[in-house]
């Protein structure tokens, strides 16, 4: 039988023995033993709030009941219209105009009647729509994650669904995941208030400091002595409830697997900016010794080593069946997962080649398959 318990915020007194506080319950780890179950928690749903990650975490752990909502569809079936959405006005997009272009016509090929649409022309008719392919970076706090949502309820199916958009702009909630599920990592651990000096004190240095929802190299912070930890966590937990801190491990690239469906799609080499030590370098504007992207290598998926594509298809599997981001490191004739991301770049002559359309051919199948299954079952 499982034991019980119940999590509250730390301003609430604890009242008998299944009563746990909250920052107890992500920092002792004997509440990742799969024998507990959450009776109730005090939970605060605002975004990246401290009942966020018990939620989060929670679920990483198995400690909750699926809550999944049931999306049955409630809107008139079109003929097969897929609705790709951007954001003309964003300064790096997962895919470009070429991409773009590319993906209305290879869709079309699949039968769907395509059109490539900003926020603000789809929010008011989204309900036409047989299908939503986001193409803007995703965020729980913006109206991607919103939309994704609103879609799902009224039976369109959804890339990036907004299960996978929590799990994978959340990287609280991915550590808890990899460690639970023995997934190979960099050395990283939780930092809040109640533990900072005690992080500060037993950490090595240099060391990375990322926030939670850290994104395109952004938030992500290099670390090179006791006062600059201290300096920066105690900047970033004004803004932050959590943060993590990651053992420091330099290398020439990075892998991203690009993985649907738990299949993979492609693989690439993420070559760090020159004389940086990330793949698109943050840290100063002014300096022109520093390149501020690193190369993209398209690699043939045969010769990408067999240890990086069996990591990568269990870590999205974890995740959901959706359009996945892997991103590793070789370290040790083996390798370390570093995250997953969704709405990855999908973009020419990077991620996919300008004669190759195996890729996208891949995407708008599943989808098909994904359509005509789902209008089999209703």
């Keep these: 039988m499982k034991k019980k318990i119940i999590v509250v915020n730390d301003d609430y007194p604890a009242v008998d023995r299944k009563t746990v506080h909250a920052t107890d319950y992500i920092l002792n780890k004997k509440y990742l033993n799969h024998n507990i179950e959450i009776d109730e928690f005090n939970y605060n749903p605002e975004y990246l709030s401290l009942g966020y990650y018990i939620k989060l975490l929670a679920k990483a752990r198995k400690h909750l009941l699926d809550d999944t909502v049931n999306n049955n569809s409630v809107k008139q079936h079109y003929d097969s219209r897929l609705a790709i959405l951007i954001d003309p006005n964003e300064e790096n997009p997962p895919s470009g105009q070429q991409s773009l272009f590319k993906m209305k016509q290879i869709s079309e090929q699949f039968g769907f009647k395509t059109d490539v649409l900003d926020y603000d022309k789809l929010k008011n008719s989204y309900f ?137 799609l492609f693989a690439c080499k993420y070559w760090m900016s020159r004389n940086g030590w990330q793949i698109i370098d943050h840290s100063d504007p002014n300096d022109d010794r520093i390149s501020k992207c690193g190369q993209t290598e398209n690699i043939e998926i045969q010769d990408v080593p067999e240890y990086i594509i069996e990591t990568a298809l269990v870590l999205s599997s974890l995740i959901g069946n959706g359009l996945y981001g892997v991103d590793l490191k070789e370290k040790d004739s083996s390798c370390v997962v570093i995250e997953i991301n969704d709405c990855i770049d999908i973009d020419i002559p990077y991620e996919i080649k300008e004669n190759d359309d195996s890729v996208l051919i891949e995407i708008f199948k599943t989808l098909k398959e994904r359509l005509e299954i789902k209008k089999a079952t209703n």
């Design 128 to 264: 036409m729509y047989d299908i939503l392919f986001i193409r803007e970076t995703t965020a729980v706090d913006n109206h991607t994650f919103e939309l994704a949502r609103l879609c799902e309820q009224h039976g369109l199916i959804v890339i990036d669904d907004s299960e996978s958009i929590i799990a994978c702009t959340n990287k609280i909630y991915q550590n808890e995941l990899f460690k639970i599920n023995k997934i190979p990592t960099l050395k990283t651990e939780i930092v809040c208030k109640q533990n900072l000096l005690k992080i500060y004190e037993n950490i090595s240095y240099p060391c990375i400091i990322k926030i939670p929802d850290s994104c395109c190299s952004l938030g992500v912070f290099k670390i090179n002595n006791k006062a600059e930890f201290l300096e920066k966590s105690i900047e970033l937990l004004k803004d932050y409830t959590l943060i993590l801190t990651q053992e420091f491990y330099k290398t020439e690239f990075d892998w991203r697997i690009g993985v649907l469906d738990n299949k993979v």
